[in-house]
């Protein structure tokens, strides 16, 4: 069974910092493209950023040169670095994988930037 599991959220100043994390289980990790998306109320979630098995990346116009997408295969781990966060970035973060044809998601972590 596909688990994943975010944590690192939190409240922070604009300008500040946060890292997210994903710990992952029930797949082969490494052979998979992962993404992180993100949801505010009444909005649809958004693709942030996403990697390829071999590392590539890609991201969201408004994140990109702030948010930096990386994975540890070894730990079987995402992540997100997450730097100058405005308050537009407020929002619950989710790990994404498509594996079998299917989607699966976490639960999310809540990233609140605020004064």
């Known amino acids: 069974q596909v688990h994943l599991v975010e944590s690192g959220g939190g409240l922070v100043q604009p300008g500040g910092s946060l890292r997210l994390s994903c710990a992952t289980a029930?797949?082969?990790?490494?052979?998979?493209?992962m993404n992180w998306y993100r949801q505010t109320p009444g909005k649809q979630r958004e693709l942030v950023a996403n990697i390829t098995s071999v590392g590539n990346t890609n991201y969201l116009g408004s994140v990109k040169d702030r948010f930096t997408i990386s994975r540890d295969n070894k730990r079987a781990a995402l992540y997100l670095q997450m730097n100058s966060l405005r308050p537009e970035d407020t929002a619950v973060y989710y790990c994404n994988v498509q594996y079998k044809g299917n989607q699966y998601w976490g639960r999310g972590t809540q990233v609140t930037v605020s004064s």
């Open positions: 029930g797949i082969n990790f490494r052979l998979y493209p």
